[in-house]
């Protein structure tokens, strides 16, 4: 399996990004899918995550407090992406955005991937 991630940039404070990753391979079922940032010096974080629901359950979001009210996580199923709208923009949302996935390849297991860092930076 593979996350490949895009949509990062230089965007000023106030402003709108848009990142996408799409998860390819084997897949038998995306378990959840979401996106985690580092600024230098500090430890990787949850942004926001989508997490699929089961038979009886709906799927569910969780967002990080500092970006609740501001970025929105969806995900499209038919093509395991998942995208993370990202408006008003703060300096401090300035990082390395990482998507992450857990993902069955099998009915018995799943496995967490990660894809390759997008930066955004946000000037003041």
């Known amino acids: 399996v593979q996350l490949q991630a895009s949509g990062g940039g230089l965007v000023q404070a106030g402003g709108s990004l848009r990142l996408s990753c799409r998860a390819s391979?084997?897949?038998?079922?995306?378990?959840?899918m979401g996106w985690y940032r580092q600024a230098p010096g500090k430890q990787r974080e949850l942004v926001a995550v989508?997490?699929?629901?089961?038979?009886?359950?709906?799927?569910?979001?969780e967002y990080a407090d500092p970006v609740k009210g501001r970025f929105t996580i969806s995900r499209d199923n038919a093509k395991n992406t998942v995208y993370l709208q990202m408006g008003s923009l703060k300096p401090e949302d300035a990082a390395v955005y990482f998507c992450?996935?857990?993902?069955?390849?099998?009915?018995?297991?799943?496995?967490?991937?990660w894809g390759q860092g997008t930066q955004v930076t946000v000037s003041s």
């Open positions: 992450h996935a857990q993902i069955s390849d099998d009915p018995w297991s799943s496995h967490t991937y």
């Open positions: 391979g084997s897949i038998l079922r995306v378990n959840a």
């Open positions: 989508r997490t699929t629901g089961t038979m009886i359950t709906d799927d569910s979001t």
